[in-house]
């Protein structure tokens, strides 16, 4: 009660009232200092997240480590990534060159909105500035927001990922840069921005031969690779709205003069709009006496004997219309019902032979959808809710999805104990790109069925023994892979994934034990979808606080182990990850020793990557002839200032 009676006293200066007035949050949230959440493009729901300030929570630095155990990727900070646990695997369905960029993406629906009352902005850094130039490793991030007025918010936000890579040839420079904004009024609610995404990437095509990481003590530098010179540039931009406008019809309102505009039976109707442009573009040179570059690509060259230039290009718009009704209360058994319709506007460009008659020409695919959601909840206890979609005419005829999910609480504990089901179908017909595709190293014209996909979820939560459970299973018909040769391929016969995650975390005195373990099973042999079977994550800490309440400090080791498997390699040119089958990685663990500290509102931390390198064995990979970080200190500070 103090210190709602102090957010109530501060957000008032001068006798100028600070107090938002909206439907959007209830009451008991208008004089929160800082309200941070996401919108989706569905029905501009406000989801409310929380601000990642603390050291623990931003010891993990790479944006794939945030949300899965472990991944393969190709090294270096902001290159393309693919986590372990397939459920959590995120797809890019109208330009499937981004998938491996994923996770590092920022959309209109993962981008964070604010509301404050005094400004507030993060510094972050984080890299290896003491290694030599060549292997040099930075990393940025700026976000600096304020209310202009108490409903209508401004965000600034800029975050590099880029590294020089322990291999030759494979600097990446990875930028977005975010302009958002909101306007959270009394009847009107708001989200809008502007999204540039760039990745700037030199290709090496990965190491020639295993030999030179686990059999010799030669610098990685030195290492030959596949492509001397090979390149990669993604753009991407995106611009986007999120509107809803309230009616409330005073049915079932505890008091009509409340603050809380958003009780009683409501209706909303809103847009949501979105125009985004992709484009990658893949150079080349392979001369022709050049056996490694030309078996990397299997001697394939379909339109120049040594040089490759090959762009794939998309175009996204889209409009969305709904309604909203709000029968009862926004707490109530059945909150919300929810309808839609949509259409979009997708454009695609690669090369074809005709185009030299032509010239460059899009080809363009229509697609119309509604779709629909209820929603509910009992007290704290029970939340659930349905969507789904569907598509009745275009490109995607017949497509749909259908999503369902119930969580159950009880309280006899503190935090609670949570019960999470999820429950998940659809069918969808595979990309432009993945039927049709006439590339230098590249081409197919296939005539694939649409996939099927279903998958049921279910979690359980502990919060005070900070004890998480998860299990997955799905099946997948007619699933879309790259196998040895990089070619696109539909498997006929139906994939059944199966999927164990466990984290128990434990205390003993000023120990720390963090432990997450994942197990998974694929009826799929390696070359359709590779898998490793067990992963192991464990942060293991000694934990003090070396100035009470003002310095926090955990030391320790952090060690990710995997069991043997085929790792994926990467195909510069269709920015894809394949399956191959020449060798298993794995076994060996990749420890980092580091020092975590807080002090005061800064988060800093110190590691001493690899620490164990040589033990047993130097298997360091991050995929297939890929490499992680050799040993080498890192360092990084985030930074948040406020006034408060």
């Known amino acids: 009660m103090r210190r709602i009676r102090k957010e109530e006293r501060d957000s008032i200066r001068a006798s100028i009232p600070r107090v938002i007035e909206t439907f959007v949050i209830p009451d008991t949230m208008y004089y929160r200092r800082i309200i941070v959440w996401t919108s989706d493009k569905r029905f501009n729901e406000f989801h409310e997240t929380g601000l990642d300030t603390t050291a623990n929570s931003n010891y993990y630095e790479q944006p794939m480590m945030k949300k899965d155990i472990s991944g393969t990727w190709l090294g270096p900070s902001g290159s393309a990534a693919l986590y372990h646990n397939w459920f959590l695997r995120e797809e890019m369905d109208d330009a499937p060159m981004f998938s491996p960029y994923a996770g590092d993406t920022y959309n209109d629906e993962n981008v964070q909105q604010f509301n404050t009352k005094t400004p507030y902005t993060e510094l972050a850094y984080w890299g290896m500035p003491l290694v030599a130039k060549n292997r040099e490793e930075s990393n940025l991030k700026l976000r600096s927001t304020q209310n202009i007025t108490p409903a209508f918010n401004f965000t600034l936000d800029y975050r590099r990922l880029g590294s020089r890579g322990m291999l030759v040839n494979e600097n990446t420079d990875h930028r977005t840069t975010m302009i958002v904004g909101n306007y959270m009024g009394k009847r009107y609610f708001a989200n809008f921005g502007h999204i540039r995404q760039r990745v700037d990437r030199q290709e090496n095509g990965g190491i020639q031969d295993s030999f030179w990481i686990r059999d010799t003590s030669v610098t990685t530098k030195s290492i030959s690779v596949n492509l001397s010179s090979a390149h990669n540039l993604y753009k991407r931009r995106s611009t986007f709205i999120h509107q809803t406008l309230a009616i409330p019809l005073n049915f079932f309102r505890k008091d009509k003069d409340s603050l809380s505009l958003g009780e009683g039976t409501m209706a909303h109707i809103g847009h949501s709009g979105e125009y985004t442009t992709y484009n990658k573009l893949y150079t080349d040179e392979i001369a022709a006496n050049d056996t490694y570059g030309r078996d990397f690509y299997f001697n394939r060259f379909y339109i120049n004997e040594t040089s490759s230039s090959d762009e794939l290009a998309v175009r996204n718009f889209e409009n969305r219309f709904f309604i909203k009704l709000q029968p009862f209360a926004p707490d109530a058994l059945l909150a919300k019902i929810n309808a839609g319709v949509g259409y979009q506007l997708l454009s695609t460009y690669a090369f074809k032979p005709s185009d030299y008659l032509t010239g460059k020409k899009w080809d363009t695919q229509h697609n119309f959808y509604v779709y629909g959601g209820v929603s509910g909840q009992l007290k704290k206890y029970i939340a659930w809710n349905a969507d789904v979609d569907y598509y009745f005419a275009g490109y995607r005829m017949f497509d749909f999805n259908a999503d369902a999910k119930l969580r159950l609480s009880i309280y006899p504990i503190d935090q609670g104990i949570h019960l999470i089901g999820k429950f998940h179908t659809g069918l969808k017909t595979p990309h432009p790109f993945e039927q049709q595709i006439y590339l230098n190293h590249h081409q197919w014209n296939n005539d694939f069925s649409k996939v099927s996909k279903t998958t049921v979820e279910a979690e359980l939560s502990i919060p005070k023994w900070r004890l998480d459970a998860k299990f997955g299973y799905a099946l997948v018909a007619n699933m879309l892979y790259y196998d040895t040769l990089a070619v ?142 050799t040993r080498g200190f890192k360092f990084g500070i985030l930074w948040p200032f406020y006034f408060w």
């Open 488 to 629: 696109i391929r539909q498997y006929d016969t139906p994939v059944s994934v199966m999927s164990a995650y466990l984290r128990k975390d434990f205390t003993v005195w000023h120990l720390h034990f963090d432990n997450q373990v994942l197990f998974q099973l694929t009826s799929a042999p390696a070359e359709v979808l590779p898998l490793p079977k067990l992963t192991l994550n464990l942060r293991w800490y000694f934990d003090i606080d070396v100035v009470k309440n003002v310095m926090n400090m955990q030391i320790g080791v952090n060690a990710i182990a995997n069991t043997l498997w085929y790792a994926p390699t990467y195909s510069p040119d269709l920015g894809q990850f394949y399956a191959q089958n020449n060798e298993r990685i794995g076994l060996v663990p990749y420890c980092d020793i580091f020092a975590n500290i807080q002090w005061k509102r800064a988060c800093i931390f110190l590691k001493f990557t690899n620490a164990f390198q040589d033990w047993p064995s130097s298997d360091y990979f991050s995929a297939y002839h890929y490499v992680k970080q």
